[in-house]
């Protein structure tokens, strides 16, 4: 198929190597391989802990968090379940069962910044008008239900003001920084994975902040959901976000 066509990039494993080939942006995209035992393993000693994730899927659905625990255990969690394991073969032979022989990834994970105990990520809406630069037009976090290892609005996640979630962690200019910060590297990888796929012209970069407030590149999703930032209260920004959709969608 003619990538200048392709506008919907559904996996995973293909977006990630488009945008290491942009160096500058390796050092925010987490260590991702295909899965397998040796993966796996390897990735689980050097990290502790994991997310494993199918290379083409949508909401969250079959992601897997996998951790070490002491005396040689691990623990999977998945939705709002999870079992421990004594180790490590049969927390494979669990994850294969679960993976029903499906292309499956294994990516470093982020330890995510937390409010009252539940996980939260920002998602960065980047659009390309025809003939001009990506443009970076909204900005919201999502805060994961209680237990849930994912965020996405589908799975239950709400859709929450980013300075509301900062808050306790930066105070209001250096918030201003990492929102800079991230808005910058979305548009980066944006205009990475456009060289790669030049049809695409809308992209959904899941960030992640670690406990140093470092962002890392989750995911990007080419199909992004315009109408989630209807959730804040600054209708301005809801406006500008569909008003480009819908521009970009008569292409």
Not at 231 to 239: I, T
């Amino acid at each position: 198929m003619n990538r200048s066509r392709i506008r919907h990039v559904g996996s995973k494993w293909s977006k990630t190597k488009v945008i290491l080939r942009d160096r500058a942006l390796r050092p925010y995209v987490p260590e991702t391989r295909r899965i397998n035992a040796a993966s796996l393993q390897a990735m689980l000693n050097r990290y502790r802990m994991v997310y494993v994730k199918p290379v083409s899927g949508m909401h969250g659905k079959g992601v897997m968090r996998v951790a070490r625990t002491g005396a040689g255990g691990y623990v999977c969690r998945w939705g709002s379940s999870g079992s421990r394991y004594r180790g490590f073969r049969p927390l494979y032979e669990a994850i294969r069962k679960r993976t029903r022989g499906r292309p499956y990834l294994v990516q470093r994970g982020i330890r995510l910044l937390t409010v009252r105990g539940k996980l939260f990520d920002i998602r960065v809406m980047v659009q390309k008008p025809p003939g001009r630069k990506w443009k970076a037009t909204g900005i919201i976090g999502r805060l994961a239900r209680p237990g849930r290892v994912v965020t996405n609005y589908h799975s239950g996640g709400k859709p929450t003001d980013v300075r509301t979630l900062l808050r306790g962690y930066a105070k209001p200019a250096r918030i201003d920084v990492l929102m800079r910060t991230m808005a910058a590297v979305s548009r980066r990888a944006a205009a990475a994975l456009n060289r790669g796929y030049p049809g695409v012209n809308m992209v959904g970069a899941d960030i992640g902040l670690d406990r140093s407030l470092k962002p890392w590149i989750i995911e990007l999703n080419t199909s992004p959901d315009p109408y989630l930032f209807r959730f804040l209260k600054d209708k301005r920004v809801s406006r500008r976000v569909l008003r480009y959709a819908r521009m970009l969608k008569r292409i």
